[in-house]
């Protein structure tokens, strides 16, 4: 079967935003009397979504946070999030563009662990909404990468647009992280990696790994589904 249809990841593949994330974690945090430095974000908490990074720090802190304590972080870090990116492209070089191309050729999906309104808010500001048949976001599912279930969802919403039933395995996943890489594989997709927030070793597992977004070859996609 030939490739149908490409599912990104949002964070570390079109948007170069993780920086951001880390300084509005670090400023809500802050108030709290807790540090997060950014080698400890990248090889702890990048992985997770808002609800589990506060999560995680709660217990690795010993703060004891309560639900509604990180509704409340939540809530502040996306207020924060969204006055840093205000004034500011944060797409990585390239990735309009190859968004349109991919657009073009197949539907396109993202599948991601940032809020959904973080992801619409950079996608209609760069004129990319429209290019996207479906978004799933933190709270379209009940757990978060690593699990399969944003990339299950992702490939749902991709085969009801098209009126038939989409087989994973007839998708390609963009991601650029391990969380990323183990819920598309759990989910039956194929998986390119990009090397833009980790090395190429930490993507090993990866069918495709690439440097940057901007490199992103449909034919080398598509040359997946001939081996």
């Known amino acids: 079967m030939p ?5 990104f990841d949002f964070d570390g593949v079109l948007a170069n935003s993780e920086p951001l994330h880390l300084r509005a974690y670090q400023d809500v945090l802050a108030s709290e009397g807790v540090t ?13 979504d808002d609800v589990g990074v506060f999560r995680t ?3 690795d802190r010993g703060r004891g946070w309560t639900p509604a304590d990180i509704e409340r972080l939540i809530t502040e870090k996306a207020a924060r999030l969204e006055a840093l990116e205000r004034h500011h492209s944060i797409l990585f070089p390239g990735a309009a563009e190859v968004v349109k191309r991919a657009a073009g050729a197949v539907p396109i999906a993202i599948a991601s662990g940032a809020l959904g309104a973080e992801i619409r808010r950079v996608l209609a500001r760069e004129q990319l909404t429209s290019c996207f048949t479906a978004i799933v976001a933190a709270e379209d599912t009940p757990v978060s990468k690593p699990a399969p279930e944003p990339y299950r969802r992702a490939v ?5 647009e098209i009126g038939e039933a989409l087989p994973a395995t007839d998708c390609v996943a963009v991601e650029d992280s391990r969380w990323g890489l183990e ?5 039956g997709l194929r998986t390119v990696g990009v090397a833009q927030t980790y090395e190429r070793s930490a993507l090993g597992e990866a069918d495709l790994i690439i440097d940057t977004i901007e490199s992103l070859d449909l034919d080398d996609l598509a040359r997946l589904y001939s081996t």
């Open 36 to 48: 997060l430095t950014e080698g400890d974000y990248y090889t702890r908490y990048l992985g997770y």
């Open 3 to 7: 490739l149908r249809a490409i599912v």
């Open 57 to 59: 720090l709660s217990t």
């Open 156 to 160: 749902e919403l991709l085969g009801r």
């Open 183 to 187: 819920s598309a594989r759990k989910a």
